[in-house]
């Protein structure tokens, strides 16, 4: 596909605004060298090269075929096409899923014609693709890549166009570029496999609304960002996005938080903006990775410095000290009242020697891995922008360190930020985006040389938790709750307070002394989901009369607000930890990744403060570990004002059980343990309930 030394174009006519004919135009005019063969009917020639009458008389040497037919006639090529045979085809007319129900049969008939016929197809609904290696432009598109290191590729034409239209105006070039459409049989997981390998690109760039198959993008995302950068703009983040998305690809999409989850697990680089994936892509193409977090600001005005400062603070970045050597350096050169200790703000009448003295001071500093340099327009100044810029050239030449420029303004710093970028460094406008960039290349550099991943796998009882899922679904149940959840529970030796089914208050209190007092006691019904929100739940009993009573209040405060629900009883259940607090762990069938498995503190802290941590499953060890120090009231978990520190321990121990456990029992379509009690000696669980399907 990417290689072809030899392309036919199926549908081609000599009409000039053709398809077919843009395509060989555009294949002519990019300087492709292989052969070409139009085909048609009528076998009229077409930019000046014979067509050939019929696929069936193509030479068996056809590496690549371009297909601008009609759906119906498209899969009737495509089954002409393998028995010449040819391998590879890109289709390049609408008309299937994106159209509706009629489209989407025909999309699934094209795929599985290609499964059938060892063929691989990209699109339909695209735009082609190009390799400036190859001097080889297969797309509609006719403005032709300059070459680079970029490989791009992006499931919206529109975005294709854009992203061309802004490379050739900046003077960035793609090694690969790759209109994806609606992905009937190629999809982001198989074009990442390609380009992790490929030798002409050094980082990979897409836009996507949904994602062909999750499972397989995890896999390939994974083992790709360990290679080279992966930078990803992701559209259909809101419900109107969603629909949107859904509506221009003929796809379901998943829920922002997965892909978040995905994003974060496998490495990727997530653009917030069109304008973010453009800046991600020049500074990742052209600078090296920055060997750590520390950068020096250099600037000759205060405002923009605190600005990036502040940003630098906000993400990854750290704003060291310079060494004592590279102080004394800057002294020389820079007024008593000039700031030295980062950002160094030389002042207003800084002059493009300045710049170059204390830059050449602190590229030399081996405290600083990375060099940020922020020129406003001040009137000392505007005689040496260019000259400024020259300087930087020159040092970024000697200097293995990366060095992000932000020259503010634009009349005055217009040909200074051009002269930069065509030099491969980066130039932005404001501060916040030159630290975005600076920010993503170092959480890259961290990615790649992380340790390995620790996978805990905990013995359990499969064989056990298979049978009770079997037998629900065999009596038409599709929820376990109580007790019999209890027993998925124990299948995988999930820590569980004991519990006891007491359907009178006298097999209450039999029950309460033989598990020991205190004791929690609370309703026990199907139907009955928030017990603690309707008072329904009874804590730390600790008398016989005391736990009657509560028995008689819940059993009738149960009958007169939930009067349509089953109550089979209350539950007599040990406490749990002293000194604990109340944790939800659960997760749900996300459509394109599988289960997402969200932790929180309990109460409002997941209700309406949404302090939610997520995480796809299976878990390795150091996701649990993320996931609890991530949400914004760990510190109570540690025990912050002189409360009492938890077992994090029994924690993630939790958190991995519940990861097993969604992945091997996919019947389970979604599961909240809430709440989970955790304390300094351990954790339980005190109460859940599952969906199955």
């Known amino acids: 596909m990417f290689e072809p030394e030899s392309i036919a174009v199926v549908g081609a006519s000599p009409d000039p605004v053709d398809k077919a004919s843009i395509i060989i135009a555009n294949l002519l005019s990019s300087g492709y060298k292989g052969k070409i063969f139009p085909v048609n009917g009528e076998e009229a020639k077409v930019h000046g090269l014979t067509a050939v009458s019929s696929v069936s008389k193509l030479p068996r040497s056809t590496d690549l075929a371009l297909i601008c037919l009609p759906p119906a006639e498209a899969i009737k090529a495509v089954e002409e096409l393998a028995d010449v045979p040819v391998r590879a085809a890109v289709v390049t007319s609408?008309?299937?899923?994106?159209?509706?129900?009629?489209?989407?049969?025909?999309?699934?008939?094209l795929a599985r014609t290609a499964k059938e016929h060892d063929m691989i197809i990209l699109?339909?609904?695209?735009m082609g693709l190009m390799n400036s290696s190859l001097s080889m432009n297969a797309s509609l598109d006719p403005d032709f890549t300059l070459k680079g290191n970029i490989a791009f590729f992006s499931q919206s034409g529109a975005m294709c166009t854009t992203a061309l239209d802004w490379a050739n105006s900046e003077g960035v070039g793609f090694s690969k570029f790759i209109s994806l459409g609606n992905k009937a049989v190629l999809g982001e997981a198989t074009m990442l496999n390609y380009l992790a390998g490929d030798e002409d690109t050094k980082v990979i760039v897409g836009y996507c609304e949904t994602l062909k198959d999750g499972h397989d993008f995890l896999r390939t995302a994974y083992d790709t960002t360990f290679k080279k950068p992966l930078i990803l703009l992701r559209a259909g983040e809101t419900s109107a996005g969603a629909r949107a998305a859904s509506a221009h690809s003929g796809a379901l999409t998943g829920a922002t938080s997965a892909y978040n989850a995905a994003f974060r697990q496998t490495g990727v680089m997530q653009a917030v903006d069109v304008e973010d994936m453009f800046?991600?892509?020049?500074?990742?193409?052209?600078?090296?990775?920055?060997?750590?977090?520390?950068?020096?600001?250099v600037t000759n005005s205060g405002g923009p410095g605190i600005l990036a400062a502040d940003m630098c603070e906000k993400g990854t970045l750290n704003i060291s000290r310079p060494s004592n050597v590279t102080l004394e350096m800057m002294k020389e050169v820079l007024p008593p009242y000039a700031s030295l200790y980062n950002p160094i703000d030389m002042l207003g009448d800084a002059k493009a020697d300045t710049y170059h003295h204390v830059l050449r001071a602190v590229?030399?500093?081996?405290?600083?891995?990375?060099?940020?340099?922020i020129l406003t327009p001040a009137a000392n100044i505007l005689d040496d922008v260019e000259k400024v810029a020259e300087d930087i050239i020159e040092l970024e030449k000697e200097c293995d360190k990366p060095i992000i420029t932000c020259f503010m303004g634009d009349y005055s710093t217009r040909k200074a930020r051009r002269m930069l970028r065509a030099a491969g460094i980066p130039c932005y406008e404001f501060p916040e985006a030159a630290v975005r960039s600076l920010d993503a290349m170092t959480r890259c550099y961290r990615w790649q040389k992380k340790d390995w991943p620790i996978d805990v796998c905990f013995r359990r009882d499969y064989s056990k938790a298979k049978s009770i899922v079997d037998n629900c679904r065999k009596t038409g149940l599709t929820e376990l709750v109580e007790l019999d959840a209890q027993q998925m529970a124990s299948a995988y030796e999930l820590p569980v307070p004991e519990t006891v089914l007491a359907r009178t208050s006298n097999q209450a209190a039999k029950a309460a002394k033989r598990i020991g007092?205190?004791?929690?006691?609370?309703?026990a019904s199907p139907q009955i989901y928030r017990k603690q929100e309707l008072g329904l739940v009874v804590i730390d009993i600790q008398t016989p009369q005391a736990l009657r009573k509560?028995?008689?209040?819940?059993?009738?405060?149960?009958?007169?607000?939930?009067k349509d629900a089953y109550i089979t009883g209350c539950l007599v259940q040990a406490m749990g930890p002293k000194e604990s607090h109340e944790i939800v762990i659960s997760f749900k069938r996300d459509p394109q990744f599988g289960a997402l498995i969200n932790f929180s503190l309990a109460g409002l802290h997941v209700d309406l403060l949404g302090d939610v941590s997520s995480r796809l499953a299976p878990l390795a060890l150091n996701d649990a570990q993320e996931m609890i120090r991530e949400i914004k009231a760990y510190p109570i978990l540690r025990g912050v004002r002189s409360g009492a520190a938890v077992d994090l321990g029994a924690l993630?121990?939790?958190l991995l059980m519940v990861s097993q456990m969604a992945s091997d029992l996919p019947e389970i379509q979604e599961a909240e343990f809430n709440p989970v009690i955790v304390g300094p000696d351990g954790a339980v669980v005190a109460n859940m309930r599952m969906t199955v399907s």
Not at 279 to 297: K, M, T, Y
Not at 550 to 562: G, H, N
């Open 94 to 109: 609408g008309g299937y899923g994106e159209t509706g129900r009629e489209g989407y049969r025909l999309e699934k008939q």
């Open 363 to 373: 590229a030399q500093d081996d405290i600083f891995h990375s060099i940020m340099v």
């Open 652 to 654: 993630e121990d939790v």
């Open 123 to 126: 699109g339909p609904n695209c």
């Open 279 to 297: 800046n991600l892509a020049h500074a990742f193409s052209c600078q090296p990775l920055p060997e750590g977090a520390n950068v020096a600001i």
């Open 517 to 523: 007092y205190p004791v929690a006691l609370k309703v």
């Open 550 to 562: 509560a028995f008689l209040e819940i059993t009738t405060r149960a009958a007169r607000r939930c």
